[in-house]
T-cell receptor, first 114, second 117 residues
Framework: KNQVEQSPQSLIILEGKNCTLQCNYTVSPFSNLRWYKQDTGRGPVSLTIMTFSENTKSNGRYTATLDADTKQSSLHITASQLSDSASYICVVHEVNFGNEKLTFGTGTRLTIIP | EAQVTQNPRYLITVTGKKLTVTCSQNMNHEYMSWYRQDPGLGLRQIYYSMNVEVTDKGDVPEGYKVSRKEKRNFPLILESPSPNQTSLYFC????????????????FGPGTRLTVT
């Protein structure tokens, strides 16, 4: 079982609408959680990085939230645009007795339709 | 322009024929890493390097080799490719946040789609 679970696997919404993507993790202890956007055929691009002490972080129309108690994060996209069509990947940075590791979720594929 | 470049972008080869995928970054980053991305599995780390002449295994290193002779280059070598190495490969680079072994923010290359028949 993947230690970073994302939902939904895929999502289709109309242009202009808002949406929220979910990331649940079991990795512990953790240092930070990251959201990446990956356009089809391209490498991932960082959207936000949140440490365990941060609850929310925004990057333009993207707002990430983090609840370290319930081990849940969400990425909210406001007023979606066609260019938001991409996969969104949640990544957790684990720190355990000096060993550090990044664990990647399998992503949510978001499609914006006009 | 700050970037990570990979070559080739697409490669079709046959089982057992040695190949190298190059990766180069122009941002003077200490940390470089190779990942493979397969459907339903997410990105998995193959090898990483924290500086010149310092490399270490990631989660799925079997069948791969790397070298870091210069700071800007981090080639991925498949000595004897097999069909299960058919995948999408990404190189990434980053500065290292103080005191950490993990990069704080990674910059990814455009990817190399490899097919081994």
């Amino acid at each position: 079982k993947n230690q970073v679970e994302q939902s939904p696997q895929s999502l289709i919404i109309l242009e202009g609408k808002n949406c929220t993507l979910q990331c649940n993790y079991t990795v512990s202890p953790f240092s930070n959680l990251r959201w990446y956007k990956q356009d089809t055929g391209r490498g991932p691009v960082s959207l936000t990085i949140m440490t365990f002490s941060e609850n929310t972080k925004s990057n333009g129309r993207y707002t990430a939230t983090l609840d370290a108690d319930t081990k849940q994060s969400s990425l909210h996209i406001t007023a979606s645009q066609l260019s938001d069509s991409a996969s969104y990947i949640c990544v957790v940075h684990e720190v355990n007795f000096g060993n550090e590791k990044l664990t990647f979720g399998t992503g949510t594929r978001l499609t914006i339709i006009p | 322009e700050a970037q990570v470049t990979q070559n080739p972008r697409y490669l079709i080869t046959v089982t057992g024929k040695k190949l190298t995928v190059t990766c180069s970054q122009n941002m003077n980053h200490e940390y470089m890493s190779w990942y493979r991305q397969d459907p339903g599995l997410g990105l998995r780390q193959i090898y990483y390097s924290m500086n010149v002449e310092v490399t270490d295994k990631g989660d799925v290193p079997e069948g791969y080799k790397v070298s870091r002779k210069e700071k800007r280059n981090f080639p991925l070598i498949l000595e004897s490719p097999s069909p299960n190495q058919t995948s999408l490969y990404f190189c990434a680079s980053s500065f290292l946040a103080g005191g950490h072994e993990i990069p704080y923010e990674q910059y990814f290359g455009p990817g190399t789609r490899l097919t081994v028949t």
